[in-house]
């Protein structure tokens, strides 16, 4: 091997230690139910789902935590149900029993919705922002409240432009493994 070969293998080994995050040593899983409200358009709906999350300390009280919040929009009367996906990326401060975190978000969407003059189905893509609180009154449950607020509706002649707010609270079990 010539001296190129033997510089570029001296600098994948200083660089690739960089570039691989070290082995993580604690993390916390967190899942529960939620019953809420979603409002987009005119007309509020009932929230109902599953959310789940992973959380890593960054600093000594600091989270980055992935959050996945599935909600179901059971059918009325009047339409069908609707599914509201919300993923998102936070930021958070946590203490022994709960934590609160922020951080933006991108939601997957299929519902019926009213706007000022249409009513239909609606679906897309939206972006937007989440935070979340968890307080966890007995050991590892507790309770769960969440907002998501979220960009919708472009391009549809139902929702023009419309924000989405989400918001629910529930029952929450967290595992901690170190």
Same mark, same amino acid.
């Given at each position: 091997?010539?001296?190129?070969?033997?510089?570029?293998?001296?600098?994948?080994?200083?660089?690739?230690?960089?570039?691989?995050?070290?082995?993580?040593?604690a993390?916390? &899983?967190?899942?529960?139910?939620?019953? !809420?409200?979603?409002?987009? /358009?005119? =007309?509020?709906? #009932? *929230? %109902? +789902?599953? $959310? @789940?999350?992973?959380?890593?300390?960054?600093?000594?009280?600091?989270?980055?935590?992935?959050?996945?919040?599935?909600?179901?929009l059971?059918?009325?009367?009047?339409?069908?149900p609707g599914?509201?996906?919300?993923?998102?990326?936070?930021?958070?401060?946590?203490?022994?029993?709960?934590?609160?975190?922020?951080?933006?978000?991108?939601? &997957?969407?299929?519902?019926?919705?009213? !706007?000022?003059t249409?009513? /239909?189905r =609606?679906?897309? #893509? *939206? %972006? +937007?922002? $989440? @935070?979340?609180?968890?307080?966890?009154?007995?050991?590892?449950?507790?309770?769960?409240?969440?907002?998501?607020?979220?960009?919708?509706?472009?391009?549809?002649?139902?929702?023009?432009?419309?924000?989405?707010?989400?918001?629910?609270?529930?029952?929450?079990?967290?595992?901690?493994?170190?």
């Amino acid at each position: 091997m010539g001296t190129r070969g033997r510089r570029i293998s001296g600098a994948a080994l200083i660089v690739l230690p960089l570039l691989v995050p070290p082995p993580v040593e604690a993390y916390e &899983l967190s899942a529960g139910v939620s019953l !809420g409200w979603l409002q987009a /358009g005119t =007309v509020p709906r #009932l *929230a %109902v +789902g599953p $959310h @789940a999350a992973i959380a890593w300390p960054i600093q000594r009280n600091i989270l980055f935590t992935v959050h996945d919040l599935c909600t179901i929009l059971p059918p009325t009367q009047e339409d069908g149900p609707g599914v509201y996906n919300q993923t998102s990326v936070d930021i958070g401060y946590a203490w022994e029993d709960g934590n609160v975190s922020a951080g933006p978000s991108v939601a &997957l969407y299929v519902m019926p919705a009213c !706007g000022t003059t249409l009513c /239909g189905r =609606v679906g897309g #893509l *939206a %972006v +937007g922002g $989440h @935070a979340q609180a968890n307080a966890y009154v007995a050991g590892p449950l507790g309770v769960s409240a969440s907002v998501n607020v979220d960009w919708i509706g472009r391009g549809s002649l139902v929702l023009p432009g419309y924000m989405s707010v989400v918001v629910v609270a529930g029952p929450v079990l967290r595992w901690s493994a170190e």
